[in-house]
């Protein structure tokens, strides 16, 4: 009973507990390059372009960092308190020592205070744009300025019974109200008549009192739709509260209240969702911080306040809700597994008890105590061991499967009954389709029985040497997967193990988490920075895909998985927490991926268990406390309204500026197209977010169309650099994302450049003109050279036939003729009709070859060795063999292969009898050697032992003298022809050498004749 009444009233007082915060808190400061900490204003223009108002100036504000900007340079040091925006998109400022400043983007236009005839400073400034008036309040009232003719301002002031100093404006509810420095006085403005009028208010004043967790429901509608209101303090009594700023997002409305304590002026934070008012500044742990203005982004509905000397307090949207151990009101929160149900509870055991949780409250707390009282079905009041719990399970029957060191329990959910089972102690367990109970303990795994589960159907001892670190079982069907920290992946099933590792699969030893999916595969995951997706198909275990740091995974220890039904795979890392799009993991695709770490929200990477509730909210169990993920939240937050702009080019690695109607003077966003001259082609573009808050880790791929064939890889780089680009359009394709982010923001912009004027089209249709008449020209030359060169061959074709006649002329010449017949004449006379028969076919055979030859150009050596036999036969009978004559043949030549001009050779040997032989008393000998020299080369030597040619010339006649020269110079000419019309380096060429014995009397003579040959495939004509 006692139990009963404890529970009643933890959950009595469990209900007033609030949610956990879904922001986390940052800040920015002078020491992450903010140039002052004191911050008057945050101001977002239509630009989406983030302002800070400082003490040192006005600065550009995009995501955390700080944009310092050349065109406002003369503001800087200079204390800027106010900004607004008028109709034409200028910025209007109120700058202390300076005055009312006009920035247009170019430059900044000051109005001092002399030229507004005001003797005090200005202290805010506002834009009425229903009245297209700009507002400034001073420390003596405030005036309309007339803003038409922006080189003369016309000022108005608003009347009032009094002097009033104006700290701030604001809109509230249709109302436009002047906030003044004074405590206690609010002024409403009537722009149309430019009159205050001090607010009277009632003497009760709407009151919001919060309870000890910072909210309150609101009871009065009016609470917060006047300008004032009473917050009741325990210690101060009520205060009165002035609202002197509002923002407001799509659910929530935040106020900037201000109050005074003793004098002394304090701000705080509301925020409104709904009807529940909480006081954000106690909620964060910020009430002494003083807050002077709220910036809310819109994207994500982030929270920026600009404070004095804090620097800028970041409170930032995220899917995280984290529950500590104050939270379930507990010094530690020692969690050891958690489960869920089809109606919302989360079970959290921990060392001490089990929390019943839910809709984020305690909702009921069973003592792990009362687990000792209860063994075997009845009351037990001794406990052998301090009872501990290793893992929890719901077997989907409202019962509560508890693994203790004791053996197993059951809770059911309905009744909260408690039994013990028993079997035996146990770290992990799981169910199999056919109600089999499978555990394990120590190293050992057991199957026992669906029915009581007392039979023991299996055991196996996984390792005889290791302690084996089980760090996941489950189970499909009949099938029991045990991944492991040492020994990779077993299966069980129908009483056999097997194991998988990295010697027979290819996966990691390492595993410290398996999923099994709906379409039939497995997920796993170790401290290789690798996720697998495996498939186990005919006794194989099959790699169908890996996630690593080339798909974007980071991390090298792989924490954990979940698969949710809207098809998202969701994984833990040592470095952050991803979001995989399953259905976009393909081997031909980059799988969709979104991925959060401390920047957003993710903070605590301790978690290795985790649940899916029936929500589709993913639970972690972590080593101090317990996280929630909001998948819903997601769709919230993940899309992104910054635009991606192309900062700048760089050309050959130096600044390119474009000419100012390519260029946004507020965001320096480059519009195209861009055009380049020809030897602009070493180009590095430069790309990124403009003005986009807290952009936190994004990615980029970009591809050059026309150019490029497939987009880059996704990297974080944020430059393109393209080197030696042929002229021609192209177009710049970039994609960027935030990791955390579904939607992908794109950019385009045409580049042209330029073709050099040698490749314009007058300048190919110029050279193409030339080019044509070149060819035409240098065909004509061409032919007239062909045609002069044939002609010219035909009139040495026509002096070597006219040679070769003549030599035939000077063959057949008539003393060589009568010789002839005279021979044969004296063979018949002698009756020797043998010899003259002999000497007849010779003849007429040396007649044949020498008409035949006449129009060869060239004929086979062996025709030239026969028909020399035939003339040579001739002379010896003519001589009465008074020589003899011989052939010597280099073994290396084949006289049916090689071909030479007729008629050179014969000559050479007439002389050689005529001028030699015939004047020798002895014996005479001719001898011709045939050698070949560099295998296209024949050297033809002729060598007689006659008279010598300087005797011969004291005994022959002048006649034949005559004769003689005149066959030489027929010889000389004919080379001389040839030597023209032969395309090799050899020429023809002949030398002759007197031969003399050692007291230099004349022993005969040689001559040596080149002959450049052709082989007997050529054509022979």
Known sequence: ??????????????????????????????????????????????????????????????????????????????????????????????????????????????????????????????????????????????????????????????????????????????????????????????????????????????????????????????????????????HEGDINCEIIQIEETVDETFYLLRYFISDIEFRKVLRVSGRIVEDFSKSNNIDDVFVQSIFVDQDENNIWLGTKEKGIVHFQNSIFQYFNASYFQLDKLNIVDIESDDKGYIYIATNKEIIYFKENKIQKRISTSELCTTKEGSPSAVCENEIQIFDILNDGQSKLWLATNMGFYTLNLKNDAIKYVGIGPAKKFIFTKNKQLCFLWKNDFFVFDGKKFQNKIFSHKLSETTNVEVSKIVSRNSQVWLSTKQMGLFKYEAGEINQFHKDNSEIHNVINDLLLLPDGNMIAGGNNGNIYKLRYENNKLHILGIIDHKLGLTGTSIQGFQFLNDGSLWCGTNEGVFRFNYQTWKSDSTIDYRFWNHTKGYYDRSGKNSIVDHEQNIWVKTNTQLLKITNSLINQFEKSSCNLNLKNIQVYNRDWQPDSSKINIWTNKISGPIDLSHNQNYLTFNFGFQNCLNPGKSIFRYQLKEFDSKWSEWSTNRQAIYSNLPSGKYTLKVQGKHLNKVNIIPLSIEISIAYPWWKKPWFYAITFAILV???????????????????????????????????????????????????????????????????????????????????????????EIAYLKHYVKLEQMRFMDRFIFEIVMNKNINPYNYCIPPMLIQPFIESAIKFGISGCKGDGLILINFDLEDNSYIRCTIEDNGIGRSKSKEFDAESRKLSHNKTMDIIQERITLLNKINNSNLKYDYKIFDLYDETQNPVGTKVEIGLPFQRTDSKIS
């Open 773 to 863: 008449g070149l060819i035409i020209a240098s065909m004509r030359i061409y032919t007239r050279k062909i045609r002069k060169e044939e002609e010219e061959r035909s009139k040495i074709n026509a002096s070597i036939l006219d040679l070769k006649m003549k030599t035939l002329q000077n063959q057949l010449d008539p003393h060589f003729i009568f010789n002839a017949l005279n021979s044969i004449q004296g063979y018949i006379l002698e009756q020797e009709t043998e010899n003259a028969l002999d000497y007849l076919s010779d003849f007429s055979t040396v007649l044949r070859k020498n008409i035949n030859n006449a129009d060869k150009d060239y004929i086979s050596l062996s025709d």
């Open 1 to 234: 009973m006692l139990r009963k009444i404890l529970i009643i009233s933890l959950i009595l007082l469990d209900t007033c507990l609030s949610v956990a915060s879904s922001r986390y808190q940052s800040s920015v400061t002078l020491n992450d390059g903010l140039p002052s900490n004191n911050i008057h204003q945050i101001f977002s223009d239509s630009r989406n372009i983030v302002w800070l108002a400082t003490d040192a100036g006005l600065f550009e504000f995009d995501g955390g960092k700080v944009i310092i900007r050349k065109e406002l340079e003369h503001l800087y040091g200079e204390k800027v308190i106010s900004i607004c925006e008028d109709s034409k998109s200028n910025l209007w400022l109120a700058a202390t020592n300076i005055g009312l400043c006009l920035f247009d983007g170019h430059e900044i236009k000051i109005y001092d205070k002399e030229k507004l005839a005001l003797k005090t400073e200005i202290q805010t400034v506002y834009f009425d744009s229903k009245h297209d008036k700009l507002i400034i309040g001073t420390s003596e009232g405030a005036y309309t300025v007339s803003i038409d003719d922006l080189d003369k301002l016309q000022l108005t002031p608003f009347e009032s019974d009094r002097i009033i100093n104006i700290s701030a404006f604001v809109q509230n509810n249709e109302q436009f109200c002047a906030v003044s420095q004074n405590f206690d006085e609010v002024y409403h403005c009537n722009i149309a008549t430019s009159q205050l009028k001090r607010l009277k208010r009632d003497d009760y004043l709407p009151v919001i009192e919060f309870n000890q967790f910072h909210t309150s429901e609101l009871q009065n509608d009016l609470a917060l739709k006047k300008e004032a209101f009473k917050i009741r303090n325990e």
